[in-house]
């Protein structure tokens, strides 16, 4: 959080931030005719330095992890910057000191692909314009040219199995051909080549090596007969020292890539490990409710064993056993707002002796919100208003507890505004706060309902007391039910069609044919396995939307002071045969 400039190794500008600095960089002096730091910061904000003070901020979509002077350069007046965000995404800004800065294209990741590691700049299609090279860290490498209208289109990608920490273009193995070189975490250099390399095959079938190639290779076999008699050398020394009584073990350390991120598209959080050596297995204890969800990418093989909350504490204990030679493993979770605690992974590499390392992940109350710049200010807002004698590192500390991206210190600020959004239901949710206040603002009442509990712990633990006022605006309920009614709609189509998926086979078994079924049968039938394939990926994704429409209601009585859980199994009934008319109904009674 710290950024320094040194001159001639002598240290002229400084600065503190509040946010964790993920990257920086410095446009090009030599076009903008003054030396310009930009730091990249978790809030998704761009720091544009001036000297030992913030020139000016700029807004992104995301959290910059990587910053790359567009073109190598800074581009025809040396301000222009690429960023690479967490959530997968790259744009372009032009910074001008004097004037707001212009934001130019935006790739969208669509696919969902990891986020951006490394960034660069070559001409790999050979059309005089530098083209983006982009590196991820779920492995992929991707290469972007520009179209007529100067916006960037994909030309090739490639995967590899590690996560990517550097992109660079040039020609290195052949002046004549452009390559991309790449480093991954693990220590593994590939490159990728523009030449149109062409195999002769033997009448055995094999491939016909040039000379040079022949050279190589028999090189490459000393090299790795050496290295496996190294190993195995080294394996002996180490089992005639076990087997002495007077031998003390020790544990080789080895690092742990891992990260734990939440994905806007759709409201999950992806947990990702990756180690230098191949992992053997992975343990994930969790003592919050949590749903694991598939990952197509994921070739582990998971087992779960039974969990009773309480008496061991557990709400999930799953073992991923990875086939050989993985060294990143991922697995996506999908957290319930109120609940929250810790997610625990053990992970054991294949190596000897046996050596376990454990990282925590915390899951917060409301784990499903991400930072905005803003909040729309035309929507109904239920607000929540809490004062007592609390300091304000105190109160930032609680909402630092209750809701992510936070940064550990307060700003350098009496007042203190933050601003968020649910990833799942698209309501906002306005924190404002001092010392001694604070006020929260959202569309949905089960957000207020959470803070009041979390910080009211909070508070209680350390004996302070807080005085509570609080404003339901009626037209939030609808609103929040209007949110919610798409995706219901959806689960419930999506799960009554899986549901008909098996006895309308076994009809056309015994038919002989599907003709005599109407078109919106057969039409399950063809799309069968897409239906079943889309329902796997999200389980349990009904019964969680029952739920939040269940925890609206209480909550909404709640702040009421109404107890209406006997009326839960009605609610339930009305949801089974779902009509958002008779849903609001409900809720108006």
């Given amino acids: 959080m710290f950024y320094q400039r040194f001159d001639d190794c002598v240290d002229v500008d400084y600065f503190l931030s509040t946010e964790i600095i993920s990257d920086i960089v410095a446009l090009n002096a030599y076009k903008t005719k003054r030396l310009t730091s930009v730091l990249a910061c978790r809030d998704r904000v761009l720091r544009v330095m001036n000297g030992s003070e913030i020139g000016f901020e700029v807004e992104i979509p995301g959290i910059p992890t990587v910053l790359h002077l567009y073109g190598n350069n800074g581009g025809e007046n040396g301000n222009e910057l690429c960023y690479g965000t967490l959530d997968g995404h790259v744009g372009l800004i032009q910074i001008n000191p004097n004037s707001a800065p212009r934001h130019g294209w935006e790739i969208p990741n669509k696919t969902g692909l990891g986020g951006v590691t490394a960034l660069g700049f070559h001409d790999i299609v050979g059309d005089g314009v530098p083209d983006i090279l982009i590196g991820r860290d779920d492995g992929t490498v991707q290469v972007y040219g520009f179209d007529e209208m100067d916006d960037p289109v994909l030309r090739f990608q490639q995967t ?72 195995q050398n080294e394996r002996e020394r180490y089992q005639a020292t076990a087997s002495d009584s007077t031998a003390i073990s020790s544990l080789k350390a080895f690092n742990v890539n891992d990260k734990f991120v939440l994905n806007p598209d759709d409201a999950s959080y992806t947990l990702s490990v990756e180690v230098q050596m191949a992992i053997d297995n992975m343990l994930l204890q969790s003592d919050v409710p949590v749903d694991l969800l598939d990952v197509e990418k994921n070739s582990a093989v998971v087992s779960y064993s039974v969990c009773d909350h309480e008496t061991d504490g557990n709400y999930l204990l799953a073992t991923y056993r990875c086939q050989a030679n993985t060294t990143r493993l991922e697995v996506k979770i999908r957290s319930i707002e109120g609940q929250y605690g810790t997610i625990i992974a053990y992970i054991t590499p294949r190596m000897l002796p046996k050596v376990c390392v454990a990282r925590r992940f915390q899951v917060k109350p ?3 919100h991400i930072r905005e710049h803003s909040v729309p200010t035309d929507r109904p807002k239920n607000r929540l208003q809490l004062t007592g004698q609390y300091s ?8 630092r507890f209750c809701l992510p991206d936070i940064p550990e210190r307060p700003p350098n600020s009496e007042k203190i505004s933050l601003c968020f959004k649910s990833t799942f239901m698209k309501t906002s949710l306005e924190c404002q706060y001092e010392a001694g206040k604070a006020i929260f603002l959202s569309e949905n009442i089960s957000t207020i309902s959470i803070i009041k509990d979390v910080l009211t712990k909070e508070a209680t633990s350390k004996q302070i007391t807080l005085n509570m006022t609080y404003d339901l605006d009626e037209e939030t309920v609808p609103y929040v039910l209007n949110q919610l009614h798409p995706k219901l709609e959806d689960q419930i189509t999506l799960a009554k069609k899986v549901q008909l998926i098996q006895p309308l086979k076994e009809l056309e078994a015994q038919e002989g044919n599907k003709s005599f079924l109407s078109e919106e049968y057969q039409e399950i039938l063809n799309e069968a396995d897409e239906l079943q394939t889309e329902f796997k990926k999200q389980p349990c994704h009904l019964e969680r939307l029952y739920g939040m429409i269940t925890d609206l209601y209480i909550d909404i009585h709640k702040f009421r002071g109404n107890n209406v859980k006997n009326r839960i199994p009605k609610l339930l009934e009305i949801l089974d045969n779902y009509d958002l008319q008779l849903l609001m109904n409900f809720f108006d009674n």
Wanted: charge should be negative.
């Fill in 160 to 231: 590899f199995p590690e996560s990517i920490t550097s992109v660079k273009g040039g020609r290195i193995l052949n002046p004549n051909y452009d390559e991309v070189v790449v480093t991954t975490y693990a220590g593994w250099i590939f490159g990728l080549t523009t030449e149109h390399l062409q195999k002769q095959i033997t009448d055995k079938g094999e491939a016909k090596l040039s000379d040079d190639a022949k050279i190589k290779m028999m090189t490459l076999k000393q090299e790795i007969d050496e290295l496996q008699g190294k190993v």
């Fill in 366 to 368: 409301l784990s499903l």
């Fill in 392 to 399: 304000l590192p105190e109160i930032h500390s609680w909402i």
